[in-house]
């Protein structure tokens, strides 16, 4: 079991069904955050604006390289 950091409301999420960067959402609050570690599972708030590696960001001309 793992608390919200904001408003310590359980986050019913488990060690083995998240990997790190992964995102999670507190149902209570609406914050999210990130996967630091899994084992044991560490969570670090998402700043706003936050785009993930993974996601490719196009440039103001319209060319993504």
């Known amino acids: ?3 919200c950091p904001e408003c310590e409301t359980d986050l019913d999420v488990e060690e083995e ?3 790190e960067g ?3 959402s507190c ?3 609406g ?3 990130e996967v630091v570690t899994t084992s044991p ?3 670090k ?3 706003a604006g936050y785009v993930e590696e993974d996601e490719e960001v196009e440039t103001e001309d ?3 390289s």
């Open 22 to 24: 992964e995102i999670v």
């Open 27 to 29: 149902p209570e609050c």
């Open 17 to 19: 069904e998240v990997d």
């Open 45 to 47: 708030a998402v700043e």
């Open 1 to 3: 079991m793992v608390l």
């Open 41 to 43: 599972l560490e969570l």
């Open 31 to 33: 914050t999210d955050f």
């Open 62 to 64: 319209g060319d993504d």
